[in-house]
């Protein structure tokens, strides 16, 4: 099992950056491919990005491509998400989520534990 709380959220205007955290519990952290999903008011929770268990694969939706990195340090049992050129459609609550595989954790299906969130809000 493994316990996953996003930090780093904030308020940052259009064309800025910030950079996401999630920090996991347990011995068993290395063994979780970890994604962020984001979820905006009224929408459904969508796929941002997912990495391997070693950090040597990872995964992005298109619309974050290019703009956004997804990093992991299984030293210190934390994934970030640094977040660049963030545009007000990047408005959402950021949750961090731990699965088997890269493939699977591109859903929220595929998804074994999640984070509680953290909200990102982009001014224009």
């Known amino acids: 099992q493994v316990q996953l709380v996003e930090s780093g959220g904030g308020l940052v205007q259009a064309g800025g950056s910030l950079r996401l955290s999630c920090a996991a519990s347990?011995?068993?952290?290395?063994?979780?491919?970890i994604g962020w999903f984001r979820q905006a008011p009224g929408k459904e929770r969508e796929f941002v990005a997912a990495?391997?268990?070693?950090?040597?694969?990872?995964s992005y939706a298109q619309s974050v491509k290019g703009r956004f990195t997804i990093s992991r340090d299984n030293a210190k049992n934390t994934v970030y998400l640094q977040m660049n050129s963030l545009k007000v459609e990047d408005t959402a609550v950021y949750y961090c989520?731990?699965?088997?595989?890269?493939?699977?954790?591109?859903?929220?299906?595929?998804?074994?534990?999640w984070g509680k969130g953290t909200l990102v809000t982009v001014s224009s």
């Open positions: 990495i391997s268990r070693s950090g040597g694969m990872t």
């Open positions: 347990g011995r068993t952290f290395s063994s979780y491919t």
């Open positions: 989520a731990a699965g088997g595989t890269i493939v699977r954790l591109t859903t929220t299906g595929g998804v074994d534990y």
